[in-house]
Each structure stands twice: as C-alpha cells, then as structure tokens.
C-alpha cells in the first residue's frame, strides 16, 4: 500500500512544510555575456548564448509564478551583463533597502541601478559605507542575519547591516574560491522564527564557522560536493518548494527526505557566468 508524502514525512519525524509565496525582483538577461573574469566559473574565452541564457531564465520566472510568487522586475542596463544576478544588488526587510557596493570594478554600476529600483518603488534606501554584496552574502533565517565574507563582502558591513536592521549578524567565513558568495554554500529551507531550517556545504567555510553553523543548526542538510559543484545550494525556497539547479540530483533527493518539493531548474548557461537560481532572485520581504 503506498502512502502520501504528508505520511511519510509525518513517519520520519519532519514537520510538515508549508509554502508561503514570496516577492521577489528579477532582472531579465538581454544583455548576458561572460567577458571578463572575477570568479573562478567565469572564462572569457568559453561562447555564450545569450538567447539560451533567456530562454532557462524565463523558465524560472515561470516557475516562480506558477509557485504563486509576485515577481517584479528591474530593467537590464547594457554593459552590465552581471545585472541578472539580482541577488547581489541589495538586501531587503520591511520598507528597508541595504543598497550594494561590489568588491570588483565591472560589477559596481550595479549598487546605483538597483538602489535606484528602490527608490522608485518606495523603499527607503540605506547607502552602504562599506563593501556588501547583498543577498549573495546575507542571509535571513529566522531574526538573524548570516553573513558571508572571505571573498566579497566585507567584515566591516555585516556591522553596517546590524546597525541598519537591529538585527542578529552571524559572521561566516568562506574559504573556496568556488563558492565566493554564502548564496553558493548555503541554502535558507526555511525561514520561519521557531522552525530555521538550511543546507549547507561544510567544506566551503572554516573551523570556526562550522561550529558555529553545527551548533545554531544541528538538524542542517549537508550537501555533497557533487551537488555544490553544479551550484545545487544556490537555490530559493517559499518553505516547502526548493527551486533547484536540476543536477543536483542528490539534494534533490534529501529535501524529499525532509518533506520539501523540490523543483529542478537548468540554469546551466547562467552558470558561466558563477550564477544559479538564488543568484537570480533577490527576495523583497515586506
């Protein structure tokens, strides 16, 4: 006889996941083009198709509506190719925008254009002091921040962030080049105060931030380096959907296990530029 999924994760000891659809910002890839370097994914010399580059975005847009999502949209600037990766352009509660300040050159036309975006749609915009990439190093699990540093964001803006948001800030350190952003070595499954829930890969951060994550998370998914490769914890969940990388077969597998959807997406065009499906998404919490 076979049972449904709500009893089986009721037979392993999970919760039961509740969706709750998000608002999120987008930025379509019209002008998606890999032409210089700043991470190790990234290879000038490598062709990319900008029209396949729309078509798996668009794809992700569509799932995100189909999941219930309100999904907005900001406009591509030419010669900002890395402006699809809309998770770096800032960090969101409330009406509050923390706005961005990259780390490389290329990348730092962006901070204007997105802090832009929010003025003009109501938020009150914090201008950064210090050098943050948004939601590709920070976080929100529950009332606190995780906050990655090593490669972009810097030690000196996660003390900016608490001060903005009157938040917990917990500092992670990333120790791979791979993984330059939290958003490629961690996964938020859910959010909810009282039910914090993520996935993880252990090798990506140091001793210190390990324990740190072992102890604030004993009950964490830990990823392969398999599924880490192809960018699997670059994902988005609303709580019981994971939007995934569609190779990361073996998270796929372990987020059924603890009673989530998971839903795979191929983004493997956007991956030469470092991007996946978190990198896509910039979460507006209201």
């Not at 078509?55 to 030419?78: A, C, K, M, N, S």
């Amino acid at each position: 006889m076979s049972i449904t999924d709500e009893e089986a994760v009721a037979r392993s000891g999970e919760p039961e996941r509740t969706a709750r659809p998000r608002t999120v910002l987008m930025c379509r890839p019209e002008h998606f083009a890999v032409v210089y370097r700043i991470n190790p994914w990234m290879n000038p010399g490598l062709p990319t198709d900008t029209s396949l580059a729309v078509r798996q975005w668009q794809r992700l847009h569509d799932t995100y509506r189909e999941l219930g999502f309100d999904v907005r949209l900001i406009e591509p600037l030419e010669g900002l190719p890395d402006m699809i990766y809309a998770a770096n352009g800032g960090f969101v509660i409330g009406n509050v925008a923390y706005g961005a300040s990259f780390a490389y050159p290329e990348r730092r036309p962006e901070g204007p254009a997105y802090m832009d975006w929010f003025r003009a749609n109501g938020y009150e915009v914090i201008v950064p002091e210090q050098v943050n990439e948004g939601e590709g190093d920070f976080l929100l699990v529950g009332d606190t921040i995780l906050a990655g540093t090593g490669f972009r964001s810097s030690d000196a803006s996660h003390d900016e962030l608490a001060r903005v948001f009157g938040r917990e800030v917990l500092t992670l350190r990333l120790t791979d080049p791979s993984f330059y952003h939290l958003d490629t070595a961690l996964a938020v499954l859910d959010s909810t105060p009282g039910q914090e829930h993520i996935a993880y890969l252990p090798s990506a951060f140091d001793p210190p931030s390990r324990a740190r994550l072992e102890e604030r998370f004993p009950d964490a998914i830990l990823v392969t380096d398999t599924d880490a490769a192809v960018l699997g914890l670059n994902a988005f969940s609303d709580g019981r959907n994971v939007v995934i990388a569609s190779r990361a077969a073996g998270f796929a597998a372990q987020l059924r296990e603890h009673g989530y959807d998971p839903i795979g997406v191929d983004l493997s065009e956007l991956l030469l530029g470092g991007g996946g499906v978190k990198c896509c998404t910039l979460e507006l919490r209201r």
